[in-house]
């Protein structure tokens, strides 16, 4: 330990000289949803309160560079960001104990960065999943969001309903396959589960990779393209009735957004979909009477106590017709432009995008995860 120090001591270190607290958010990365965490990480940088935070923004690059960057905010969302060469450094988060960003310049000088606190906006693998959570949690410095245990148990649909499903919460009728299935297992499928179906990647976000099939004779090309995005895929029954959210912030006493209703006119919420919105209508409050709005409550936090989230998540969810509530997946880092729905779901119910942001912030920076600097 004194050696480390001793050699974290001896670079140039900037070492934050204000009250203010220093906040790392971190957006980018080599998933597929790497567009969505641009514009999600320019919407967040905007809404921090500058006169209590200083902010280091760390962006990642499709190959899985870290980059600190010093430019403007607005070359972010268009990824303008990773080609401004005098305005990037080479960034890492040491894993030593404390909160250390080292940064390396183009002559080799090295600096280090104290950080109070990592703001993590990326959606999907390598991001979402636990694994940056991780990389925080070894380096003993706070995070906003769900540890790393939770957030990969979230990611993964078929671990996550069944847990849900022991919990007592309804799931879709589903088959899991982590490898490419047999001619049986595809005979199974057809056996088992009743058209139409939805075929996902176990392990990814914002529909990539998910196609519904009202017919089985393109099941086996839809498993093979699911593949592409991830180690195993599921095939889920479709549920009948209406597509709901639920927007949830908290460790221990929870604060609840409004209830989204999502009317998809060709019934199926793709990827496109979500971002452009063309043949799709929000509804918040959803169209539900007060006893189905405190059911979809009711289960949303108990699927939320249940898969270990802290800070905050997005339900998604399904009613039926005859009044049950389906568990669809967790979201812990959901998408979080202004117009997405985590934070419109917590404005319909009184909380401003910045008010968010600051809620999201304080939780990271109180939430109990062990000793921090030990």
Known sequence: MA???????????????????????VFGGFSPEYEVSLKSAFSVINAINTEKYDIVMIGITRE???????????????????????????????????????ESSKTGAQTTTKIDLVFPIMHGRYGEDGTVQGLCELAGVPFVGS???????????NRAHKIVSLAGAAVPKAICFEKP???????????????????????AG???GVVKLSSFSDLEKAIDDAFVYDDAVIIEENVEGMEIGCSIAG?????????IEIEVDNGFFTYDEKYSLKNSRFYIPARIDEQAEK????????????????????????IRENGEVVF????????????????????AAGYSYPQVVEMLMELGLNTPRGKWYG
């Open 147 to 157: 540890g790393s245990a939770a957030s990969a148990l979230c990611m993964d649909k």
């Open 251 to 259: 460790n221990d006493e929870l604060v609840l957004g409004k209830i």
């Open 206 to 208: 914002s529909s990539i």
């Open 64 to 102: 899985g560079q870290w980059l600190r960057y010093y430019g403007s905010v607005e070359h972010i969302p268009t990824d303008d960001w990773q080609t401004r060469d005098d305005e990037l450094k080479n960034a890492y988060l040491l894993p030593e104990r404390g909160g250390w960003i080292l």
């Open 181 to 203: 299935p047999t001619a049986k297992d595809l005979e199974q499928v057809k056996q088992e589960l009743n058209l139409p179906v939805f075929v996902k990647p176990v392990k």
């Open 328 to 347: 669809n997946e967790a979201n812990t880092i959901p998408g979080f432009t202004a117009h997405s729905q985590f934070p419109r779901m917590m404005a």
């Open 3 to 25: 050696t480390q120090n001793n050699w974290l001591n001896s670079l140039s270190s900037g070492e934050n000289k204000t009250d203010k607290k220093r906040v790392a958010v």
């Open 295 to 318: 059911r979809v409550l009711d289960v949303a936090k108990k699927v939320y106590r249940e898969l270990g989230c802290r800070g905050y998540a997005r339900m998604d969810m399904f």
